[in-house]
């Protein structure tokens, strides 16, 4: 069983930044692939960004890429998301989650566990 708390969530001004982290627990971090999603009010979680469990590879959504970076540091079972020049479409709750297998790390279906989430808000 793996636990994933999110934190860094919060209201900024739109082009600002922030950093959300996401800790989890268990000894077994670094074999998990990590993901980013979001949900914005009455819409589907989508995906956000991905990191392969060494690290070396990272996947982004198109309407993040450029403006996001994920990153983890497995020595303190933490993936990180830093949010730069965030927008008022950037609003929503998010989550990340973890995988435990191989294969896509786009679809919200194939990841196995998922943190509580954390807001967002971007204002204009």
């Known amino acids: 069983q793996v636990q994933l708390v999110e934190s860094g969530g919060g209201l900024v001004l739109a082009g600002g930044s922030l950093r959300l982290s996401c800790a989890a627990s268990?000894?077994?971090?670094?074999?998990?692939?990590m993901g980013w999603f979001r949900q914005a009010p009455e819409k589907e979680r989508e995906f956000v960004a991905a990191?392969?469990?060494?690290?070396?590879?990272?996947y982004y959504a198109d309407s993040v890429k450029g403006r996001f970076t994920i990153s983890r540091d497995n020595a303190k079972n933490t993936v990180y998301l830093q949010m730069n020049s965030l927008k008022p479409e950037d609003t929503a709750v998010y989550y990340c989650?973890?995988?435990?297998?191989?294969?896509?790390?786009?679809?919200?279906?194939?990841?196995?566990?998922w943190g509580q989430g954390t807001q967002v808000t971007v204002s204009s």
């Open positions: 990191i392969s469990p060494s690290g070396g590879t990272t």
């Open positions: 268990g000894r077994t971090f670094s074999t998990y692939g």
């Open positions: 989650a973890a995988k435990l297998y191989s294969g896509s790390y786009y679809h919200k279906s194939l990841y196995h566990y």
